[in-house]
Nanobody, 121 residues
């Protein structure tokens, strides 16, 4: 069974840093785009950062210059280094990826279970 598992959330003071990690496991043939989303209660999930297999990165304006997405295509991991954290970064952060389980299968979208990040003022 293919799954995404996040780790690294927690409580940090404003101005601090956290690093989130996400590992894709199971029978995976290839992984396309990998993303980090976040969500606060009563709101829609917000795309925070994306990274393609060949290294192209995109960020939400709210995190540019503070967050860095990276991935390891051999280990099937994606990480989010979050620096200069602000209280408004508080949210549940979700890993998301497009994955193909066989060479002849289509890309399917998968979500992790989420990890809580809380930034205190």
């Amino acid at each position: 069974q293919v799954q995404l598992v996040e780790s690294g959330g927690g409580l940090v003071q404003a101005g601090g840093s956290l690093r989130l990690s996400c590992t894709a496991s199971g029978s995976i043939f290839s992984i396309g785009l990998m993303h980090w989303y976040r969500q606060t209660p009563g709101t829609q999930r917000e795309l925070v950062a994306s990274m393609s297999r060949d290294g192209n990165r995109r960020y939400a304006d709210s995190v540019k210059g503070r967050f860095t997405i990276s991935r390891d295509n051999v280990k099937n991991t994606v990480s989010l280094q979050m620096n200069s954290l602000k209280p408004e970064d508080t949210a549940v952060y979700y890993c998301n990826a497009d994955m193909r389980v066989r060479a002849d299968s289509r890309l399917e979208n998968y979500w992790g279970q989420g990890t809580q990040v809380t930034v205190s003022s």
